[in-house]
């Protein structure tokens, strides 16, 4: 595998195991990327507090994806990027439509932490990391189908745009995953012969556009039975791993690596 390379991950189910969250059984392949100076730049929905949490217990200065891809994080140099749109200006305009317009949501920036712990199952700790967000906002729609085009079209008024997670709508600018993730390909590539080989990791369909955007995509075994495919393109190389969460993340990028 080249040096010029970057490793992409989604973190519950790919990196973290889906009962426990521990990384523990990637450590090995966690030491080798890190060996060899590859970056592994995590690329989630979570907050950055979420993602910083789970950083130093891995041990990672990596730049770092938050909510979706509306920010990005170089902790070496404390710098925070936002690509989508901030967090007040979020607010602002949820609480101008539900005003406006009356519609049934309610998100988090209504919700105490203990309002969270109680939605998620997350603990208290958990749950201040989860609100403590900048650049989205999850909410739980509770109005009708039709109501819901229309809060979309209204959000894209305003340059909002609404997207599906597990449990959550999440509101936030026009950014995403991949185009955080390209950005930091972009960067990487300057004063680089050779453009940078991508390698993504992730276990759900909401991972779909990552993987499909990367150059190896791994597609990590999900016990829960969700399978799902990715387009097929000629200069793009498909794994899918027999082993779930970090087993199987371990177990590919070791054989990447000894390729």
């Known amino acids: 595998m080249q040096k010029n390379c970057l490793v992409f991950t989604d973190l519950d189910g790919t990196l973290l195991d889906h009962h426990n969250y521990s990384h523990a059984a990637a450590q090995t392949a966690l030491d080798a990327l890190a060996a060899l100076h590859i970056p592994v730049i995590l690329n989630s929905s979570k907050t950055l507090s979420e993602i910083e949490f789970i950083a130093a217990d891995i041990g990672l200065d990596s730049p770092r994806i938050a909510e979706n891809g509306s920010l990005i994080a170089y902790p070496k140099t404390g ?41 998620t199952g997350l603990d208290i700790e958990a749950a ?13 729609w509770q109005d009708n189908a039709e109501e819901l085009e229309a809060f979309k079209a209204k959000l894209a008024e305003n340059g909002l745009s609404l997207k ?9 600018g026009q950014a995403d ?11 990487q590539q300057v004063g680089q012969s050779e453009k940078p080989l991508v390698i993504a990791l992730g276990d759900g369909p909401n991972d779909k556009d990552m993987l499909a955007a990367a150059d ?7 016990p829960d039975g ?17 082993l779930a969460g970090p087993a199987g993340w371990n177990a590919t990028i070791m054989q990447l690596l000894n390729e």
Not at 129 to 140: D, V, W
Not at 164 to 172: I, L, Q, S
Not at 216 to 222: C, E, G, H, L, P
Not at 226 to 242: A, Y
């Open 226 to 242: 969700t399978v799902f495919d990715l387009p097929e393109r000629e200069t793009q190389r498909q794994i899918r791993t027999k």
């Open 177 to 187: 995953k991949v185009m955080a993730m390209q950005y930091l390909v972009d960067a």
């Open 79 to 119: 710098e925070i990027k936002i690509l989508g749109a901030d967090y007040a200006s979020i607010c602002d305009c949820l609480k101008r439509l539900r005003d406006s317009y009356d519609y049934q949501f309610t998100g988090f920036n209504d919700w105490s932490a203990e309002d969270i712990a109680e939605v």
């Open 216 to 222: 190896i995509a791994v597609i990590v075994y999900n």
């Open 128 to 140: 201040a990391r989860a609100k403590q967000r900048e650049a989205s906002e999850p909410l739980i």
């Open 164 to 172: 599906r997670g597990g449990r959550f709508w999440h509101v936030m």
